[in-house]
T-cell receptor, first 114, second 110 residues
Framework: DAGVIQSPRHEVTEMGQEVTLRCKPISGHNSLFWYRQTMMRGLELLIYFNNNVPIDDSGMPEDRFSAKMPNASFSTLKIQPSEPRDSAVYFC????????????FGSGTRLTVV | RKEVEQDPGPFNVPEGATVAFNCTYSNSASQSFFWYRQDCRKEPKLLMSVYSSGNEDGRFTAQLNRASQYISLLIRDSKLSDSATYLCVVSPSGTYKYIFGTGTRLKVLA
């Protein structure tokens, strides 16, 4: 199993640009989670999907952030327009809910907005 | 009050020592508990689940105290390779959200 695959690994962009982060969950997992990690705030849940449907997006900071999951094997997190305070590591995780096995995280995307 | 609180450390311990971390949570209805480990500039990885009766995995022991709303992680015979940040995770009842603590940093010294 290839695990959770995220791309790109690193992204440097200028303020105001659109940024799209991508995630491929583990095959067979039915839930997908987007987290953001900063030194100040730790890991924060942004949004999660169950069976491709967004269940809870209360952690999405503002309208500049949007996430989609068009099918069971792909999700995107988009920031438009990006701001320097969006600089963080963005993790995607997947899980098979109802089994209590915990999440498996991808390697993350380190985003720097200058 | 934060939903999940941990002492950030760092805990600096010699090889072979026993070290324990605690984590408190605010939602008494929380149902699932985990410890994750995160190495520098890497993703968090599941270390172990925490069960009501307590559980052990090799040198690692996890305990849950529902009355006082805390979980603990005990590491015996510390190895250099145990150096990492340990994240406490709580999942409130009725949701599949995992709430992460900010982590406790452990350094095992030679």
């Amino acid at each position: 199993d290839a695990g959770v695959i995220q791309s790109p690994r690193h992204e440097v962009t200028e303020m105001g640009q659109e940024v799209t982060l991508r995630c491929k969950p583990i095959s067979g997992h039915n839930s997908l989670f987007w987290y953001r990690q900063t030194m100040m705030r730790g890991l924060e849940l942004l949004i999660y999907f169950n069976n491709n449907v967004p269940i809870d997006d209360s952690g999405m900071p503002e309208d500049r952030f949007s996430a989609k999951m068009p099918n069971a094997s792909f999700s995107t997190l988009k920031i438009q327009p990006s701001e320097p305070r969006d600089s963080a590591v963005y993790f995607c995780a997947s899980s098979f809910l109802d089994r209590g096995y915990g999440y498996t995280f991808g390697s993350g995307t380190r985003l720097t907005v200058v | 009050r934060k939903e999940v609180e941990q002492d950030p450390g760092p805990f600096n311990v010699p090889e072979g020592a026993t070290v324990a971390f605690n984590c408190t949570y605010s939602n008494s209805a929380s149902q699932s508990f985990f410890w994750y480990r995160q190495d520098c500039r890497k993703e968090p990885k599941l270390l172990m689940s925490v069960y009501s009766s307590g559980n052990e995995d090799g040198r690692f022991t996890a305990q849950l105290n529902r009355a006082s709303q805390y979980i603990s992680l005990l590491i015996r015979d510390s190895k250099l390779s145990d150096s990492a940040t340990y994240l406490c995770v709580v999942s409130p009842s009725g949701t599949y959200k995992y709430i992460f603590g900010t982590g406790t940093r452990l350094k095992v010294l030679a």
